[in-house]
């Protein structure tokens, strides 16, 4: 049987500080929009669990499920245009 401690040296060789990164952290800012707009969704549907949406209900998830579209559009066009734009025209 090996011994944990033998182990050891190769599980702890890298300290893990526990904060993300500066990339980590643009890329969290760059999809706030989306993540702000799918909890509003989520906020939305969740009010509806139990019981049958009434007519505004349905209004605020459509008006919620346009919004997360949205913002996972102009996310995607974001990253395209970072992409392509240093190409020759």
């Known amino acids: 049987m090996k011994s944990i401690g033998a182990l050891q040296a190769v599980v702890t060789a890298t300290p893990f ?4 990164s500066n990339a980590e952290l643009d890329a ?3 999809e706030m ?6 909890v509003a969704l989520l906020d939305a549907q969740i009010m509806t669990i139990g019981r049958t949406p ?4 349905q209004r ?3 008006r919620a499920h346009r919004r997360v579209l949205a913002a996972r559009r102009d ?3 974001r990253t395209t245009t970072a992409t392509v734009s ?3 025209a």
Do not use: K, M, S, Y
Request: overall charge negative.
């Open 54 to 57: 009434t007519e505004l209900d």
């Open 86 to 88: 240093g190409g020759a």
């Open 75 to 77: 996310l995607t066009n």
């Open 17 to 20: 500080d526990g904060e993300p």
């Open 28 to 30: 969290i800012d760059r």
């Open 33 to 38: 929009p989306l993540i702000l707009a799918d």
């Open 60 to 62: 605020r998830i459509r």
